[in-house]
């Protein structure tokens, strides 16, 4: 699985930030990220360089196997505030998908067996 970040012009992308970013999307999906070729991290400052309540954003997509994209996004008074709160709706959403997706396997299994 890739991690791609992008920054808008009024956020500073260095090393650490990166590293951050990383570590937590890893933890998030780690127990999906045999699913997921890619997520993809858009960080910005919507207000720009002036200050804001909640003026940072984070926005994340998952790019899954043989599926469509899952994106989240989260606004917060921070950048790792932000990267945390998408990374927590980023694992409740992935983990309500594939929830369904094997309780629809497990319908159609049961469906294919037949009765006795």
Excluded: W, Y
């Amino acid at each position: 699985m890739q991690i791609q970040i992008n920054t808008d012009n009024h956020i500073e992308g260095n090393e650490a930030m990166s590293a951050h970013v990383e570590a937590v999307v890893e933890n998030a999906v780690r127990h999906m990220k045999d699913h997921l070729t890619r997520v993809e991290v858009h960080l910005e400052d919507e207000n720009g360089g002036k200050t804001g309540i909640e003026d940072k954003r984070c926005l994340m997509e998952a790019r899954l196997r043989s599926h469509q994209p899952v994106a989240v996004s989260h606004h917060a008074g921070s950048i790792h505030q932000a990267v945390d709160g998408a990374a927590r709706k980023l694992r409740a959403s992935l983990a309500t998908l594939f929830g369904r997706l094997d309780e629809h396997r497990r319908h159609s299994a049961d469906g294919e067996a037949g009765p006795n």
